[in-house]
């Protein structure tokens, strides 16, 4: 029996399997770092600065610390990784995943933030925003998950600090990340939210909404962790030390990071 | 517009769709032809995916290929590597996730193949693998491309397992609906409009063509 619809067929299957038999090659030299969400923008800069300095590219994947350290247990194929606290790199150390303590390249700050149309008064001490709670003017509130996210553990501990926790709880949206708190407060999904400084820097967010500085005295520090894993290549360790030299801690410093 | 995403969800899918052209005929025909001890239990498995939130297979498979231990140490002292967090582990997953996609529309295909054409070529003195080469395949085509769309369409559209099973690494496991929600996330609305409405033209694409294969199936068997 002549089939006219099989032949055509088959011969696309042949042509499918040989494009099939072409990997993405450059996905195989290129060293994959595992980053903290919050330091995505000043990444991508010195990716690029890298880049231009060293000819050399780096791939990037972006979560909550906890989800990459989660990620690095089960083990992912990760040769960098920039946590947003230490402890993660810590506990990774003792489990023998990664090369050495680590090095503590920048501390992190905090921010209270609120869409530019929003009424909220923004201060330090979150008085407005205790305030905006009792008159039944805030729906939702973002913060990054505490369980896996360090911004959001630090977002938690300022809130128990003032006394706002239990008042805030039933407004709580958790971002799966700190990225996501911050995009929910600018989507204008939440009214406000405490997420990185150094996102709220970022051209995208810069002009959407306003933001507050918390006093990094009022949390843990967030002690932003570089280390190196131990299948880290060449160029990995080309960009571990990038990341420690002058141009890296500039644009560091643009995104509000401090020295450590 | 993120093309290495493109690319890797379109080698995902492809690779998922031509794995199970072969798994689907072959399970989709045994189910429409045989009875055996156990069937309606097969088919309870084989439909489980349908209704199985995508996490939960995504856990399970994050278990059985954990590097610590069991099947996933086994894996990585013996291949060098575990399923998870890349591409083999991807292909694994949607596999298993688009079983009820492939072999029911097959199954119905062949059940459709009414049993005295079979018979007739069989007493033609035919073989088995002529009968299924020259009579049921032609006959059952329009199912198992309608099959093979609904695969292929469904990979690409997976979030959940990818994301659990495969993290977010570019250019492995960063497939376009990985990459939409990640550019919503760091606020980069443009290009995830772009990826979004690509992937919307492409759904209403393929949906078009299932509806025209069935349209044309029913035709040529009134």
Known sequence: MYNPYLKPGLKLSFIVLILFCSPLSWADRVPLVAAAASVKFALQDIAEAFHRDTGKEIRISYASSGNLTRQIQQGAPFELFLSANHAYVEQLYQQQLTRDHGVIYALGRLVLLTPNESSLALDGQLNGLAQAIQQGRLQRFAIANPKHAPYGRAAREVLRQQGLWKLLKPHLVLGENVAQAAQFVTSGAAQAGLSAYSLALAPALKNTCRIQLIPASRHQPLQQTLVLLHNAGDSARLFFIYLQQDKARAILAHYGYMRP | ?222
């Open chain 2, 1 to 222: 517009m993120d093309w290495t995403a493109l690319v890797l969800s379109i080698k995902l899918s492809l690779t998922t769709t031509l794995l199970l052209l072969p798994i689907g005929i072959v399970f989709g025909r045994w189910l429409a032809y045989k009875q055996f001890f156990g069937k309606a239990l097969l088919q309870t498995f084989l439909a489980l995916p349908l209704v199985l939130p995508p996490t939960v297979l995504g856990y399970y498979l994050l278990v059985a290929f954990s590097p610590n231990k069991g099947l996933g140490l086994w894996l990585l002292q013996t291949f060098g590597s575990t399923l998870i967090f890349n591409f083999k582990g991807l292909v694994l997953a949607s596999i298993i996730f688009n079983l009820p996609f492939a072999i029911q529309p097959m199954q119905r295909a062949f059940a459709a193949i009414p049993r005295a054409i079979r018979e007739a070529a069989a007493c033609c003195g035919m073989g088995p693998l002529q009968v299924l080469w020259k009579i049921e395949l032609p006959l059952a085509w329009p199912g198992i491309i309608s099959a093979l769309v609904i695969s292929f369409a469904h990979t690409l559209g997976e979030f959940g397992i990818v994301l659990m099973v495969g993290g977010s690494i570019p250019g492995e496991t960063q497939t376009i609906a990985i990459a939409i929600y990640d550019s919503v996330q760091t606020f980069d609305n443009p290009s995830a409009a772009i990826m979004s409405f690509s992937l919307l033209l492409f759904s209403l694409i393929t949906i078009s063509l299932t509806f025209w294969l069935s349209a044309r199936y029913e035709q040529t068997h009134d």
